[in-house]
């Protein structure tokens, strides 16, 4: 029981949400059986009453009903397609295909542009098979919206599950004429080659081409007759076709290449597709040069030899990479591309050659946005050296060298080096070496990361006494920053030290200017709550609501209340009310909504009725937006909020003023 107590009053050892007691329940209950027990008190809700219709003159009074509810609904929604689809498929359903046409017109009338509708029409009289209502239908489809291409594929599925071969194929040519898209030519080239018309589908395709003369097109020609047709000269001529009429501009891309490659490939015709692949790294732009290489390489891995062709890819790409570096030395990010090449190929002296030749490209200029991506290059540099030549001398001696003789650190440095430095000499076992080394960036250029990297350590460490030390130079030196003051007061609460950690907390709550003054308040107030404190909660409540009382910190006052007394947290809602403003009827009405969710939860009947009787009316209004020339450039909307006992006061001082102007009124009379 001692042994109990003292861990349970140790402040270290009780932390906030750490469970005390975890024995196992005497009696387990899952969440399955708690949801059959759910499922079994659940109560069946009544299903309603079915009606039949006995006769005629019950199903006539039917009809009539619908039809006046549906008509009071197309009078009442006009312009809601929804309703008239439900009145034509009511119309539908009991076989009334005169009223059901006649609803649908009415729908086309009100909305003559509605895909949906002569969808919807045509369906349903195929369903009947009233076909040549259903032709109707389609051509005033494809008369009033002709760039629909749902209508077309629908009309010419239709002709064609009729077997009428030839509509169908006279629907497609009308389709033709309006110059569609690739999938519309496709569908009619499918079409043909259903019935076998191998001929007619050529012809289409050469329509195709002249309709849409891109390079993808030519493609699909190409494709076609080498799949379907088994025409091996004439896709062959194909491309050769796209390269003569499409011309340098748009037929000289990786794209036309490769399938030109690809094709030749699958013909077994290997030194063709080689000599396109060749010719096409001679002449393309080298941003387009990748996928030619990569497609290159694996058409050598299938037909030539492997080390060959990827001694090639590397030679290609250094020769790039050195093009572009001829260029700008100080484009970075080729030089990163080119380490990692080099890194590939597994050769130290090739790798280590191109980091020192990327080092010394330093920034032309002292600013750091044009350092940040060099200094990465010292950073790699420095890893390779310790991760795969397994050289510590010589990733030391780059850290130094970066350190001593690069970075100018009079105008500004990097966080980052100093501590993958620290880092390195903490792996190398160096640990009064790495100290040295953080005190130093901390003397000549402190950054919050350097600070927050050297407590760090020396937490690892167990150095209490330097822990603290680095958390006072810390908020010395960024006495505004609270995150530092919240690091150094939680480490005095992992220490047991609450007094000191209060005293820190309020030390930061009454720094003149602060950065995120919200943190310092919400972490105080967390800690005491982790204290079991709620009279110091209530303290740092009441000191945050004489500086700022802003709706936020009332309720978060109640909510914390609420956990403790109710009723103490109805009275931090009373107070705010009083307290807000009426000029922030934005923050009452906030403050009374939070107010209304708790009276729902913990109150009674009168408070809850007390809490609406509060609560604003919302309306939407708007305002002009005054430019600072005095113009009205806009409006805007906003919520205007009217609140029952801001009414009561206007309406108590019509009434003062009426009365007043009555009696004058009065003594006016007597006068005459």
Request: charged share 30%.
């Amino acid at each position: 029981q001692a042994n109990t107590l003292s861990s349970t009053m140790d402040p270290v050892k009780r932390r906030a949400g750490q469970v005390q007691n975890k024995t196992p329940a005497p009696v387990q209950i899952t969440a399955e059986q708690i949801l059959l027990k759910t499922k079994e008190r659940q109560e069946k809700e009544p299903a309603p009453p079915a009606q039949k219709i006995t006769d005629v003159d019950e199903l006539n009074d039917f009809r009539l009903r619908k039809r006046k509810q549906f008509e009071d609904r197309v009078r009442q929604q006009r312009y809601n397609i929804n309703v008239w689809l439900k009145y034509a498929a009511f119309e539908e359903s009991q076989h009334d295909f005169r009223r059901a046409r006649s609803v649908f017109e009415r729908t086309l009338d009100v909305d003559p542009r509605n895909p949906t509708v002569y969808i919807k029409y045509a369906e349903m009289e195929t369903r009947y098979k009233h076909f040549n209502h259903a032709r109707n239908v389609w051509n005033r489809a494809i008369t009033q919206l002709p760039r629909v291409d749902i209508f077309w594929y629908k009309y010419t599925f239709f002709e064609e599950m009729l077997g009428n071969i030839p509509a169908a194929r006279q629907i497609f040519d009308r389709w033709m004429g309006w110059k569609p898209d690739t999938p519309a030519w496709i569908a009619f080239v499918k079409l043909e080659m259903r019935y076998h018309e191998h001929e007619r589908a050529r012809q289409i395709l050469e329509r195709f081409i002249q309709c849409h003369p891109v390079l993808p097109s030519y493609l699909k020609y190409a494709k076609f007759l080498e799949k379907n047709l088994h025409d091996i000269e004439g896709a062959r001529a194909i491309y050769q076709r796209a390269y003569a009429e499409l011309g340098l501009t748009f037929a000289n891309t990786d794209q036309y290449y490769c399938a030109f490659a690809q094709f030749e490939e699958r013909q077994k015709q290997v030194e063709r597709a080689r000599t396109l692949y060749r010719f096409a790294l001679e002449h393309l732009p080298r941003t387009q040069a990748p996928r030619l290489y990569a497609m290159f390489a694996q058409f050598e891995k299938q037909h030539g030899d492997r080390a060959a062709i990827e001694d090639v890819i590397v030679s290609k790409r250094r020769f790039q990479y050195e093009q572009e570096l001829k260029a700008d030395k100080c484009n970075y990010d080729v030089w990163f591309d080119y380490a990692r090449l080099e890194e590939s190929q597994g050769n130290p002296e090739h790798i280590r050659e191109v980091y020192q030749r990327a080092i010394s490209c330093v920034p032309p200029e002292e600013d750091k946005r044009l350092w940040r991506r060099y200094i990465y290059l010292w950073i790699n540099f420095a890893m390779y050296e310790e991760l795969e030549a397994k050289d510590d001398a010589r990733a030391e001696r780059i850290y130094q060298l970066c350190i001593d003789n690069v970075i100018p650190h009079t105008k500004f440095t990097f966080a980052k080096m100093w501590v993958l430095y620290s880092q390195f000499l903490v792996r190398q076992k160096k640990l009064p070496e790495a100290r040295a080394l953080l005190g130093r960036a901390i003397r000549t250029c402190p950054k919050h990361r350097i600070f927050r990297h050297a407590i760090e350590l020396e937490t690892q460490l167990g150095a209490v006494n330097a822990c603290r030390q680095l958390h006072q130079r810390y908020i010395m030196w960024a006495p505004t920053a609270s995150a530092a003051w919240v690091r150094f007061a939680e480490f005095e609460t992992d220490l047991g030290e609450v007094d000191r950690a209060r005293a820190i907390y309020d030390m930061a709550a009454n720094q003149a200017a602060m950065d995120v003054p919200e943190a310092i308040w919400k972490a105080y107030i967390d800690m005491e709550i982790a204290q079991a404190n709620p009279e110091g909660v209530r303290a740092i409540y009441e000191r945050l609501l004489g500086r700022a009382g802003t709706v936020k910190v009332w309720v978060s006052y109640a909510l914390f209340e609420t956990d403790n007394d109710p009723a103490l947290a109805r009275a931090v809602f009373e107070r705010g009310y009083k307290t807000i403003p009426k000029d922030m009827p934005d923050e009452r009405a906030t403050l009374l909504d939070s107010w209304r969710d708790f009276e729902e939860r913990y109150g009674t009947p009168e408070t809850q009725a007390t809490v609406r009787s509060k609560l604003p009316t919302r309306q939407k209004k708007q305002r002009p937006i005054v430019g600072p020339d005095g113009q009205v450039q806009g409006w805007e909307e906003y919520i205007a909020y009217t609140f029952p006992e801001d009414a009561a006061q206007a309406r108590s001082k019509m009434l003062a003023k009426a009365k007043a102007w009555k009696l004058k009124q009065q003594q006016q009379q007597r006068r005459l």
